[in-house]
């Protein structure tokens, strides 16, 4: 009986340990908790949410915690990456962001915290080094024989003022179009944003050419899907410091470490988004996509081609509609018939490259079923090719970048054009009345020739005027602008200067320029351009941009299409480019920034603040 007992109470003791040693481990007692701990915090996880590998959360382990810093150390001569970290981004991750960590590099991180016991209340300050290792970058290949590298092959950093040394910058680039990307168009004989279907290439580099941060997109990207592909462009950071952007059939909004806010569909009745995605104060969105289903007067049914400005309230409820077609002249040609035919956003027989359409070839589409996105007049064509949009809410209005129509173009709520930057040539009825007058900075009248389209800065080498051609981003500079002095920064790509092609393709060139728009007496001044002096060599047929930047009091610039080898007799691309950024300190004439990338397509860029990102 005692021996019986014995036993019983020692299989107790055994069970009980047992048990308890399980419940440690994990069970009724708890979450499992046998991960590696660098400190006094929880686990680090790297890539927290699976499309930004250069980030890291480290978990809080618990705790409350708060007045939490970071910092990146640098590599030798490298840059410091420091910041601290908002209540709401604690709360969001549950734990400490990490942004700013090196590719294939053992990263060391100090982070400094206050940690807040739930039980006794107690406070205990804490600084600490993390230790944390990051894979190499992986991108998607084209399998074409052009491409070099994943992001690009080395950036050359020309100038460097110290007043921007701590700068950091988003590239929105884009791997040249592969085989996987060229399954599905929407109309015959040319498709919309679907035929436009490059993998992304989006990353952040700091001012030693260093990349801090890259996307890994293929969680929310799929080539081969077609609500699920397309290029990603419009990247903008909102005030609230989260990305947004577009792509293909989708508007999206991501933190910079992947935590979404949200990704949609665009809405039943638009297709294609691509280009711009603006965000308002309150909230809303300013998209540029296209009618999925438009009749056209001749009863023909179409789905147009960047013509549409489409405003979505945060749910994604439309709000309202600004229908180009509608609202301009979709049968002005002028600026079409100068256009190089093997421009890159012109999706047509590339051998055209350097030659032009006549106005009766233009006519004579209309007569056929070719729609799509080509050269063409007319919904259902490429004939306006909006690539920016920029909500104005002193007077709630939009100003559009029209490349096809080089033209920058104020519209109101009602629909009504306020304004046209652009050449006079071509616009009829009350859009003529609506034509800004070039004046010098003294008020002087400008002539721009009979015609208006070949103004002074056309025909000299310096000063004068001139309009912009087919160019990218039409943004307001709200910190300059008040009343009815409006001032616009622009990229002039130049295409078509003139509206006409130049006698050697080795004569076009880019430039950035800002203007000073007096809206009441309906004059514009050119008060500053920079980029014609360097001549062919930064000329970026396509893409690109100008933008202020109102925390250095700065102008930021992209030339990200310029350094490519072309082919001429085929209009294609011979190697990828090799674009160049620049910023310069507002009124000067010599960049404090220029750093060049090589083997890379650019799109756009700007500078990214973490400050926004993290700390607010």
């Not at 944390?132 to 070099?148: D, H, L, R, W």
């Not at 009602?414 to 009829?428: F, H, P, S």
């Not at 070039?438 to 002087?444: A, C, E, L, R």
Request: one cysteine or more; glycine letters at 10%.
């Amino acid at each position: 009986m005692k021996q019986t007992l014995s036993s019983v109470l020692v299989a107790s003791m055994l069970i009980g340990g047992m048990a308890t040693t399980s419940f440690a481990m994990g069970g009724a007692s708890g979450a499992n908790v046998n991960y590696h701990k660098q400190g006094e915090l929880g686990e680090t996880v790297v890539n927290p949410y699976g499309i930004a590998p250069l980030t890291a959360i480290i978990k809080n382990g618990g705790y409350v915690l708060k007045d939490v810093s970071v910092e990146i150390v640098p590599k030798k001569g490298g840059q410091k990456i420091a910041y601290t970290v908002s209540k709401r981004n604690l709360l969001t991750h549950g734990g400490i962001p990490i942004f700013g960590l090196y590719p294939d590099y053992l990263n060391e991180v100090k982070v400094k915290y206050t940690r807040i016991s739930t039980r006794t209340k107690e406070e205990v300050t804490k600084e600490e080094t993390y230790r944390i290792y990051t894979a190499p970058v992986y991108s998607e290949v084209a399998g074409i024989n052009m491409q070099k590298n994943t992001l690009f092959t080395k950036a050359e950093i020309k100038k460097l003022d110290p007043k921007f040394k701590d700068r950091l910058y988003f590239l929105n680039n884009i791997v040249e179009k592969s085989g996987v990307g060229t399954k599905v168009v929407w109309n015959n004989p040319m498709g919309g944003a679907l035929e436009w279907n490059y993998y992304p290439r989006n990353f952040i580099i700091d001012t030693t050419g260093e990349v801090r941060w890259y996307m890994q997109p293929n969680k929310i990207y799929d080539l081969e899907s077609i609500y699920q592909a397309g290029v990603m462009m419009g990247f903008k950071q909102n005030e609230d410091g989260r990305l947004s952007f577009g792509y293909g059939q989708r508007y999206a909004k991501y933190d910079i470490l992947g935590h979404k806010s949200f990704n949609r569909r665009l809405p039943a009745n638009y297709n294609d988004f691509s280009h711009s995605l603006d965000d308002a104060d309150n909230g809303n969105f300013f998209i540029r996509a296209a009618s999925a289903n438009l009749k056209r007067a001749d009863g023909k049914h179409v789905r147009t081609v960047r013509d549409v400005i489409v405003e979505v309230d945060p749910q994604g409820n439309v709000l309202d509609e600004w229908r180009l077609f509608d609202i301009l002249d979709p049968y002005r040609d002028d600026v079409l018939i100068s256009l190089d035919q093997g421009a890159v956003c012109l999706n047509i027989d590339a051998s055209m490259a350097g030659k032009t359409m006549s106005a009766e070839e233009l006519a004579a589409l209309d007569t056929n079923d070719q729609f799509g996105d080509i050269l063409g007049s007319g919904p259902g064509r490429n004939w306006a090719h909006v690539n920016s949009v920029d909500y104005d809410p002193e007077d709630d209005s939009i100003i559009i970048s029209s490349r096809h129509q080089s033209a920058m173009i104020k519209i109101g709520r009602d629909k009504k054009v306020k304004w046209i930057l652009g050449a006079a040539k071509g616009w009829k009825g009350d859009l003529a009345k609506a034509v800004l007058q070039p004046v010098d900075s003294k008020g002087n009248k400008i002539d721009c020739g009979e015609r208006g389209e070949k103004c002074p800065g056309y025909v000299n080498e310096k000063g004068g005027f001139d309009f912009t051609w087919t160019q990218h981003t039409a943004f307001k500079i709200d910190e300059k602008s008040k009343g009815d002095i409006l001032y616009l920064g622009a990229f002039d790509n130049g295409d078509g200067r003139g509206m006409e092609q130049p006698a050697l393709p080795s004569m076009k060139y880019s430039r950035m320029v800002i203007y000073k728009i007096d809206q009441k007496n309906m004059t514009v001044e050119q008060i500053w351009e920079w980029g014609k002096e360097r001549g062919n060599s930064l000329f970026s047929p396509v893409t690109s941009i100008t933008e202020y930047q109102p925390d250095k009091d700065s102008v930021f610039g992209y030339f990200a299409t310029a350094g490519t080898q072309f082919d001429f007799t085929t209009g294609a691309f011979l190697s990828e480019p090799s674009p160049t950024l620049v910023e310069f300190e507002w009124g000067k004439t010599e960049p404090s920034v220029e750093i060049q990338l090589f083997d890379t397509t650019g799109y756009q860029a700007f500078p990214f603040s973490v400050e926004k990102a993290l700390s607010k």
